[in-house]
């Protein structure tokens, strides 16, 4: 699948820069992180955001802990920078391992084979995805699941690309995705780069949109899915997956093996970022509640594997019951 490439990091050879995706699509400003300090804080502000890139950034900056002399701290700074996503601490501690056992050139060099692997899930999970799909299917998303937030191709996003390039998409109907709108900002902005035709919707037009018969398929990715199949993605996405199936509609979740967390047996065992109010009662800076007003800002939920119709990863398509075709794909 060809298109106009974005990319959210590079590494340069002694740092890692970053496309800074709090300012899209505005702006398109590179930002250099000299350490592990820094792109800890960039994971946190959410300049690289998207739980395969959040582990692509969080590895470079695993590599410049071990070659700063610092590999312990600077990877702990890391994986604390936000809970959910578990790519974050599966990158760190395969970089960590590889500092431990060859030195700052293996650091770096299992950073390097961490990307180059998710650029190949991403196409592969992207084949298997859009063998779904029917003829000119009109697809929503959530957030955003592209290549600015995995490095690759995208993991939904990508799928959806894939799927589109074979006549299986018409229209992408795009959530903005409030509070911080990385669909509207994001997705919408990759979608115009890659020239298919999406429409931006509010987060809260799902459920007429579906009774409306305008959507024929839901797919959005993950952050972390537990062994029993139950997966956290950004908040607004357990609501999605309950109209869906209110209106008999697939509800897809494409994810690299990387996304699963064998270690939480259920939903319940996944950590929910709590972030600050003030992303709420703002809208892209300007303030939209009275000042002083209080928020609640989860910015994740959980989706009951019963609502999820398929997962879609590099080595096939997983159905339920999820508990045996996740451990089946694990133990391969
Ligand atoms: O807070 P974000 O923007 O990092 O949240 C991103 C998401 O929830 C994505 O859907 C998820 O990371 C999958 S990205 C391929």
Partial sequence: VSGAEVRPLRFSGDALELLDQTLLPGEERWIRCAGATEVAEAIRRLAVRGAPAIGLAAAYGAALSARDGGLEDGCR?????????????????????????????????????????????????????????????RVLTHCNTGALATGGSGTALGVIRTAHARGGVSEVLVDETRPLLQGARLTAFELDRLGIPYRVVPDSSAGALMARG???????????????????????????????????????????????????????????????????????????????????????????????????????????????????????
């Fill in 77 to 137: 700074a890391l994986v604390e920078a936000r809970p959910t996503a578990i790519n974050l601490r599966w990158a760190v501690e395969r970089v960590r391992a590889a500092a431990v056992e060859g030195g700052p050139g293996a650091a770096l060099a299992m950073a390097r084979r961490i990307e180059s692997q998710q650029v190949e899930a991403d196409r592969r999970l992207g084949e298997h995805g859009a063998t779904l799909f029917g003829e000119a299917e």
């Fill in 214 to 332: 305008l959507v024929d398929r839901v797919i959005v990715g993950a952050d972390r899915i537990a062994a029993n199949g139950d997966v956290a993605n950004k908040i607004g996405t357990y609501t999605l997956a309950v109209l869906a199936e209110r209106h008999a509609l697939p509800f897809v979740v494409a994810a690299p093996l990387s996304t699963i967390d064998p270690a939480s047996p259920s939903g319940e065992a996944i950590p929910i970022e709590q972030r600050d109010g003030s992303e709420v009662t703002t809208v892209a800076g300007t303030e939209v509640a009275p000042r002083g007003a209080t928020a609640l800002n989860p910015a994740f939920d959980v989706t009951p594997a019963t609502l999820v119709t398929a997962l879609v990863t590099e080595a096939g398509v997983l159905r339920p019951p999820y508990p045996r075709s996740i451990a089946d794909v694990l133990a391969r």
